[in-house]
Nanobody
Framework: QVQLVESGGGLVQAGDSLRLSCAAS????????MGWFRQAPGKEREFVAG????????YYKDSVKGRFTISRDNAKKTVYLQMNSLKPEDTAVYYC???????????????WGQGTPVTVSS
């Protein structure tokens, strides 16, 4: 079992940067593919970025490519989301999640954190 705790969210202005962290507990973290999702008010949860268990493969939602970077440190059991050039439309609650296989589908993720809010003002 994996428990996930996100941190790093906050209120920023358009063009600013934030780095989200997701700390995991459990001995099997390094075997899981990790993902970041977000949910804006009144909208469905959407995939943002994913990374393979080894960290060698990453994939992104088109609208964040070139601005967001996902990474992981298996020794620290932590996954990160570096967010640059933030836009008001990036405003959402951001969740990290763990899945046994790489996926952009939230239904295939077994474990979820509680979320961290990000608000980008214009």
């Amino acid at each position: 079992q994996v428990q996930l705790v996100e941190s790093g969210g906050g209120l920023v202005q358009a063009g600013d940067s934030l780095r989200l962290s997701c700390a995991a507990s459990g001995r099997t973290f390094s075997t899981y593919n990790m993902g970041w999702f977000r949910q804006a008010p009144g909208k469905e949860r959407e995939f943002v970025a994913g990374i393979s268990s080894s960290g060698l493969t990453t994939y992104y939602k088109d609208s964040v490519k070139g601005r967001f970077t996902i990474s992981r440190d298996n020794a620290k059991k932590t996954v990160y989301l570096q967010m640059n050039s933030l836009k008001p439309e990036d405003t959402a609650v951001y969740y990290c999640a763990a899945a046994p296989t790489p996926s952009t589908q939230s239904a295939l993720y077994d474990y979820w954190g509680q979320g961290t809010p990000v608000t980008v003002s214009s």
